[in-house]
């Protein structure tokens, strides 16, 4: 005998109402809690984490304030990079002559060459991050996919690559090379990619095993298009958390190298360069090492305070 269902009367079997949204109501959410919008994107859903992120907001704009000021202050000042003012060497922040940061020994004008410093500097990271990005992670996840003896000599590399000491193979390169602003490039880009190629390993390894994986190799997915299509963008979170990392070390490392005068050479200059003139003049021109450094620690600290951010928003865990 089977009974027919009856449509929902909004009342119990003793004839008390039912609460609205019939007998199982949607429970309301905790005070303070903020749900994700149904069928949201996980990009959506990371930005949205990360603009209630008040810090890495105020990095954010803080860095690219900088970024543009580098890139269209010297343009707006009137004072070229290797310009001398024969009126004033070695003079601090003034409003005449519209050294407004003051000038170096040398006559010139300490705030331009702080932004033109601050160009090389940024595009030193930025590129030997992006070497290390396209590097670390293709060869991460070829070696983590393939595994076995490939996955045994792939690592061995990184790790013969970990045993050379990098200042060496500075100095080996200016010896053969010579010493220009692309060496950098090329050193520092030689040697960050390590650290990247491991975390990517590691991830491809936890993710190979997946279902969606071996729904892939069911369906004949060639293993091109299941590294490229499934496996890294599915270690992209991490990858990401990374390279914000990345960056603050790389101009940490250039400013490193151009204070041992391992980096750029004049006419160029970058915050490292400055620095390190600057701690020559520091009892009688203090403005000469803390005008750089005050630049060069305020990115650090947006870039450091951005990918905690960009963690916490990514991190599947913290939802």
């Known amino acids: 005998m089977t009974s027919e269902s009856k449509p929902y009367s909004g009342e119990q ?20 809690s903020v749900a994700a919008p149904v069928g949201e994107s996980l990009a959506r859903d990371a930005w949205r984490r990360l603009s209630q992120n008040r ?32 009126n004033a060497f070695g003079t601090g922040p003034t409003l005449e002559g519209a050294h407004y940061l003051g000038t170096d020994a040398n006559g010139r004008d300490l705030l331009t060459r702080v932004l033109y410093g601050g160009r090389v500097s940024l595009s030193v990271a930025l590129v030997a ?13 070829i070696s983590g996919y393939l595994g076995g003896r490939v996955d045994n000599y792939m690592m061995r590399f990184v790790d013969i690559m970990y045993s050379l000491p990098f200042m060496f193979l500075v100095i080996l390169l200016m010896v053969v090379f010579g010493r220009n602003i692309f060496l950098i490039y090329a050193a520092i880009g030689a040697v960050e990619w390590l650290d990247m190629a491991r975390i990517v390993r590691g991830q491809t390894l936890a993710l190979k095993r997946r279902e969606f994986i071996e729904a892939a190799h069911a369906l004949g997915v060639r293993d091109t298009k299941i590294v490229t299509r499934h496996l890294i963008p599915n270690a992209i979170g991490p990858v990401i958390i990374y390279v914000t990392l990345t960056v603050p070390k790389v101009i940490l490392l250039e400013s490193f190298l151009s204070f041992l005068g391992l980096g750029v050479q004049e006419p160029l200059t970058s915050w490292g360069v400055l620095i390190s003139e600057g701690v020559d003049m520091m009892e009688s021109a203090p403005w000469m090492l803390l005008v750089p450094s005050f630049f060069l620690a305020a990115t650090l600290f947006c870039l450091n305070f951005l990918g905690d951010g960009l963690r916490d928003a990514l991190d599947p865990r913290t939802r």
């Open 55 to 86: 810090a890495a907001m105020a990095s954010l704009g803080l860095l690219i304030a900088i970024i543009v000021v580098c890139i269209v202050g010297p343009w707006l000042l009137p004072w070229g990079l290797a310009e001398v003012d024969w």
């Open 13 to 32: 079997r003793d004839g008390a109402p039912l609460p609205a949204g019939g007998p199982n109501p949607p429970r309301a959410p905790e005070p303070g």
């Open 129 to 141: 991050s992006f070497v290390s990005l396209v590097i670390g992670v293709l060869y991460g996840a």
